[in-house]
């Protein structure tokens, strides 16, 4: 989960530092070169009920068995997220 969360910084750091440097607030590709990054968060965020099920106790009273939709939900947003932000990265690279 760490290793997911640390990446895309390592990745696109530069990309990141100009979009976040744009001063125009208005809907513009500035503005839309965030949600990769927040499909990303999204992801890990939904991965974790599913590491605090495999720390409980399966013996524990508070054991949540169904955690599968968490766990699809955090590979799916975090794959869309991946993937949109290897494209920004892409358009950055263009129009840098």
């Not at 500035?30 to 409980?56: K, T």
């Not at 013996?59 to 766990?71: E, K, L, Q, V, Y």
């Not at 947003?77 to 494209?87: D, E, P």
Request: proline share 4%; charged share 10%.
């Amino acid at each position: 989960m760490l290793l997911a969360a640390g990446l895309p910084a390592v990745l696109w750091h530069d990309v990141v530092l100009d979009i976040s440097r744009a001063s125009d607030q208005r809907l513009s590709f500035e503005v839309l070169g965030w949600a990769p990054w927040v499909l990303m968060a999204l992801g890990v965020l939904c991965s974790v009920p599913v590491g605090i099920e495999h720390l409980r106790s399966r013996n524990s009273p508070f054991h949540a068995a169904g955690t599968g939709a968490w766990r699809g939900w955090g590979v799916t947003l975090y794959l869309l997220g991946f993937g949109l932000a290897t494209q920004v990265a892409q358009l950055h690279g263009v129009s840098a």
